[in-house]
């Protein structure tokens, strides 16, 4: 396995995301994960980084916690690696067990903030399996709009001490979340219950997304946040997706990964810039 990085070196590469819902005769196999945490993945070649997370009622946000839903982020230091680990008997035994699996693979546009103490940065050509005479050495790819879908992580540590005022708008801005125009799919996770939350969600386009950011009980929620200083570290990225399979909330996904090539090499074109008119991606963490 690769050597983990320090707590001061960005963590780059690719991202993997795993969502089960477990069937019922499999609950405690899951409970089992939960408890096992990153243990059973310290040989994974290409590993820098694992995250076992539970969630509330329904896949969703909530003080309830969840019997049957589960999350696993994944970060690696290569694209082929994070291929791998979704063909693997790990991964394999996830969609064995559940009623419904989802994974993607995805590549950091952009990223602001901290996950323990850590900052993330956009995923380099190297790390997507590009040659040199199609980007330059080391160079991030840029966030910008694109025709597939992309993905949103936030994570957030709250304040002990202000965990339950930070609950008292957290439920209604992830009600909004699952029912909002162009949200293919979201899922609250959790690294211990109240205090270390975690929001993943797919969107059809920005628009989409920063509509739901800027209006409604989510705008509120983050005035809130900011104003009362609920958190002591956050994370916000921004990925697109590379490939996607299974089905979650009776919707199925596809995005094959021989699309990744073609939309790797696109972005590393690309990468260094910004669009002209492309707006701040500043949505809070609730």
Request: aromatic share 8%.
């Amino acid at each position: 396995m690769d050597a983990l990085p320090s707590l001061h070196d960005p963590l780059s590469g690719v991202v993997v995301v795993l969502l089960a819902d477990f069937l019922r005769q499999h609950q405690g196999w899951g409970w089992l994960r939960l408890v096992a945490g990153a243990t059973p993945y310290k040989d994974v070649p290409g590993l820098t980084m694992v995250k076992v997370m539970g969630s509330g009622h329904g896949g969703g946000f909530s003080l309830r916690p969840s019997a049957t839903h589960q999350g696993l982020i994944c970060t690696f230091s290569h694209l082929d690696l994070a291929l791998n680990f979704l063909d693997s008997p790990a991964v394999q035994a996830y969609r064995s067990r559940a009623r419904e699996c989802w994974t993607g693979v995805l590549s950091v546009q952009s990223a602001r903030g901290h996950w323990d103490k850590q900052a993330w940065q956009a995923s380099s050509a190297q790390a997507l399996g590009l040659s040199g005479d199609q980007a330059e050495p080391g160079l991030g790819l840029a966030g910008r709009p694109h025709s597939g879908p992309f993905a949103v992580l936030t994570r957030a540590s709250i304040v002990p001490t202000k965990a339950m005022a930070f609950w008292r708008y957290a439920p209604a801005a992830q009600a909004d979340l699952s029912q909002a125009p162009g949200c293919l799919l979201a899922m609250g996770l959790g690294e211990a219950p109240l205090v270390r939350q975690c929001t993943f969600s797919l969107w059809q386009d920005t628009e989409a997304m920063l509509q739901y950011a800027r209006q409604g009980a989510h705008q509120v929620a983050s005035a809130a946040a900011y104003k009362h200083q609920f958190f002591s570290e956050s994370l916000f990225v921004r990925m697109q997706v590379l490939q996607m399979a299974g089905a979650w909330q009776g919707r199925s996904f596809e995005a094959p990964a021989t699309a990744v090539q073609s939309t790797a090499s696109t972005d590393a074109a690309l990468a260094g810039s910004r669009l002209a008119g492309v707006p701040s991606l500043e949505v809070s963490h609730v």
